[in-house]
């Protein structure tokens, strides 16, 4: 999926933080809405539960994602890990900004292995959860996952050039 600019402004359909009541920046609101609309792309016949994520990577492209069930449940993907694997296939090594929406409310928060696999990828990321309607809630990943197990526990300083990428040296 490539950018798709918003064409109305962000005052048009104010999301609000719920913590701070203040409207979403434009970014986050554009990420926001997007996560909304990909909720839509998800194939979820099993668990009803359709979610829908929105990210934004350090070179301003945006990746959307959905949950993809199957009949064999483990082979589930949820809608974060299916937009970053996007991401990171187009080339994407750091994410900034993702959003995610669920059909609860208060909004969902993502399961414990999206999280891992953000910690990968969007470490410093602005995280936007939210619901079809309503306000959302921002939060980091170092509240959704402290101490998390992260990639320099594993790089070294011989570290090769795909690692360096993950230090935002690369692409
Ligand atoms: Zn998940």
């Known amino acids: ?25 434009p970014l986050l609101h554009d990420l926001a809405e997007q996560a909304r609309a990909a909720q839509a792309l998800a194939y979820a016949p099993y668990s009803h539960f359709p ?4 990210l934004r990577t350090e070179d301003g ?6 949950n993809v069930e199957n009949a064999s449940y483990g082979l589930t993907v949820c ?14 090594r750091r994410i900034k900004a993702i959003a995610i929406c669920t059909n609860l ?11 891992q696999t953000l910690a990968e990828f969007a470490e410093e990321a602005e995280i936007v959860l939210l619901s ?32 360096e990428d993950v230090h935002g040296a690369g692409k």
Do not use: K, N, W
Request: hydrophobic share 40%; aromatic share 4%; proline share 11%.
């Open 1 to 25: 999926m490539t950018h798709r600019s918003s064409a109305q402004p962000a005052t048009d359909r104010e999301i609000r933080d719920v913590a701070t009541g203040q409207p979403l920046p």
């Open 51 to 54: 979610v829908g994520a929105a």
């Open 61 to 66: 492209r945006v990746f959307v994602g959905a």
């Open 79 to 92: 809608a974060e890990r299916t937009a970053v694997f996007q991401a990171v296939l187009a080339g994407a």
């Open 105 to 115: 409310s208060p909004p969902a928060a993502p399961c414990g292995m999206c999280r």
């Open 132 to 163: 079809p309607s309503g306000p959302a809630q921002q939060t980091t990943l170092s509240a959704l996952l402290p101490l998390a197990f992260r990639p320099s526990a594993l790089i070294t300083t011989e570290s090769s050039s795909q690692a």
